[in-house]
Nanobody, 126 residues
Framework: QVQLVESGGGLVQTGDSLRLSCAPS????????MGWFRQAPGKDRQFVAA????????YYSDSVKGRFTISRDNSKNLVFLQMNSLNPEDTAIYYC???????????????????WGQGTQVTVSS
């Protein structure tokens, strides 16, 4: 059974930084596209960032580009989301997600990711 466990969320102030981690229990981790999504209260789940299997290609939503960085450590089965210059609009539950290994392209749609974590809360106060 595939499990993805996020950690690193918390309450911070505007301008602060946080680093989220995701630990997927996926045997084929080095072959999976990984993504981060977020869901604010009353809103749909939205794409934040994604990274291809070898870490050489990343993609970001316009709202986080230049502030957030996605990375992965394939030797440790970990994915990270470094979040800088946080603002209250970044407040949401952040989810880690993975695509099945037969899909090696980066996508931004929630429906194209097959495995999901339970999420970690990020709250940014003004």
């Amino acid at each position: 059974q595939v499990q993805l466990v996020e950690s690193g969320g918390g309450l911070v102030q505007t301008g602060d930084s946080l680093r989220l981690s995701c630990a997927p229990s996926i045997r084929t981790f080095t072959l999976n596209v990984m993504g981060w999504f977020r869901q604010a209260p009353g809103k749909d789940r939205q794409f934040v960032a994604a990274i291809n299997p070898n870490g050489g290609i990343t993609y970001y939503s316009d709202s986080v580009k230049g502030r957030f960085t996605i990375s992965r450590d394939n030797s440790k089965n970990l994915v990270f989301l470094q979040m800088n210059s946080l603002n209250p609009e970044d407040t949401a539950i952040y989810y880690c997600a993975a695509r099945r290994t037969r899909f090696n392209d980066i996508t931004t749609s929630v429906d194209t990711y097959d495995y999901w974590g339970q999420g970690t809360q990020v709250t940014v106060s003004s």
